[in-house]
Every structure is written in structure tokens, then in C-alpha cells.
T-cell receptor
Framework: DAGVIQSPRHEVTEMGQEVTLRCKPISGHNSLFWYRQTMMRGLELLIYFNNNVPIDDSGMPEDRFSAKMPNASFSTLKIQPSEPRDSAVYFC?????????????FGPGTRLTVL | DAKTTQPPSMDCAEGRAANLPCNHSTISGNEYVYWYRQIHSQGPQYIIHGLKNNETNEMASLIITEDRKSSTLILPHATLRDTAVYYCIVRVGSGYALNFGKGTSLLVTP
């Protein structure tokens, strides 16, 4: 099992540019999560998809952030335009949502730096 | 979800048992106790979870007090690779979000 795959692993961009982060969940999993980690705020949930449908996006900071899941094997998190305060590590996680006690498996993360 | 309290840091000698405490005095009857850890520069990793009974797997043991207001994660023989931040999370079984707090930074020393 390849685990959750994220790309790119590192991204450096300039303020105002569009950034797209990608995630491939574990095959067979039907729930996908995007988290953001910063020193100040720790790990925080941005959005949660179940069966490719966004269920809870209350953690998305603002309209500059958008996430899509066009199929069960791919999701994107887009920031447009990016700002320096968006610099963080972004994690994708997936789970097989049977009893809701199933564990979440995290990817290696994308370290984003906005200059 | 109930709030958890963990010590900010702990040390443990390699080969010894690491006992990481967590206080969750406001836990309700349908909330599970989860433990995750995050090794530097990696994504969080699931360790173990439980509701009432003590649990053990290949990674660790989870001891939950009878009143469920606290728990202890036990790494029986800590290695240098167990150096990480350990998060205790309380979550309802029907929930999905993992609310990571600040966790305990465990340093395993030679």
C-alpha cells in the first residue's frame, strides 16, 4: 500500500500567485481530509469530504481557499491569490468511514512557503 | 469534543517504558480516546484508541482509568525512533474531526 500521496512536497511561491496542492488518498477509502499545521495554530482541519462530497468546510480560512474532489482517487486544495500568512504545512488524510471510529491515515504533507 | 490536557514535554531513556499521561476529565460516555504521534517533518500517525477497556497493539498499550477521566499511553520499550510529539484526542464515535492540541513532546535519549 502506497499510503496517502501528496504533491508537491515543497512549494515556494510569491505572494499573489496561485498554488495548487494535490492529494491521492489510499485506494478504497471514502473520506478525505485537508489539515493545515502552523507553529501558532497547530494542526487544524480545513475541509472534510465523504464520498467525494464536501461535508464540512467550516475550517477553510477564507474565499481564497477552495478544495475539490472530482473522483475518489484525487483531491486538490487551491489558494488564489496566496499570501505570506498561508505559509504552513498542509496535510491530506484519508479513512474508510465505516463506524466513524476508523483511523485517519496522513500523507507526508506539502510545505508551502509564500514570499 | 472533550478537552484534553497533556504535559508539554517528557524524557525517557532508550529501552525503558515511556508512560504518557492525558487528562480528559470532561469526557462523555460516547467519546473515544485516540492517540496519534507526529515524528519531525512527517504526517501524524495513528497509534491506538479505546473507549472503556484497556487496549494493546503492536505499537503501544492504552490504559484508561475506570472513571475515564484520564488515560496513559505506554510505549513498553522506547527507542530513539519514538522521539515525537504525542497527541491525546477525545472524539465521539460518530464524529470525524481530530482536534489536535499541543501534545507532549517525547524525547528518547540513549
Amino acid at each position: 500500500d502506497a499510503g496517502v500521496i501528496q504533491s508537491p512536497r515543497h512549494e515556494v511561491t510569491e505572494m499573489g500567485q496561485e498554488v495548487t496542492l494535490r492529494c491521492k488518498p489510499i485506494s478504497g477509502h471514502n473520506s478525505l481530509f485537508w489539515y493545515r499545521q502552523t507553529m501558532m495554530r497547530g494542526l487544524e482541519l480545513l475541509i472534510y469530504f465523504n464520498n467525494n462530497v464536501p461535508i464540512d468546510d467550516s475550517g477553510m480560512p477564507e474565499d481564497r481557499f477552495s478544495a475539490k474532489m472530482p473522483n475518489a482517487s484525487f483531491s486538490t486544495l487551491k489558494i488564489q491569490p496566496s499570501e505570506p500568512r498561508d505559509s504552513a504545512v498542509y496535510f491530506c488524510a484519508s479513512t474508510l468511514d465505516r463506524s466513524r471510529t476508523d483511523t485517519q491515515y496522513f500523507g507526508p504533507g506539502t510545505r508551502l512557503t509564500v514570499l | 469534543d472533550a478537552k484534553t490536557t497533556q504535559p508539554p514535554s517528557m524524557d525517557c531513556a532508550e529501552g525503558r517504558a515511556a508512560n504518557l499521561p492525558c487528562n480528559h476529565s470532561t469526557i462523555s460516555g460516547n467519546e473515544y480516546v485516540y492517540w496519534y504521534r507526529q515524528i519531525h517533518s512527517q504526517g501524524p500517525q495513528y497509534i491506538i484508541h479505546g473507549l472503556k477497556n484497556n487496549e494493546t497493539n503492536e505499537m503501544a498499550s492504552l490504559i484508561i482509568t475506570e472513571d475515564r477521566k484520564s488515560s496513559t499511553l505506554i510505549l513498553p520499550h522506547a527507542t530513539l525512533r519514538d522521539t515525537a510529539v504525542y497527541y491525546c484526542i477525545v472524539r465521539v464515535g460518530s464524529g470525524y474531526a481530530l482536534n489536535f492540541g499541543k501534545g507532549t513532546s517525547l524525547l528518547v535519549t540513549p
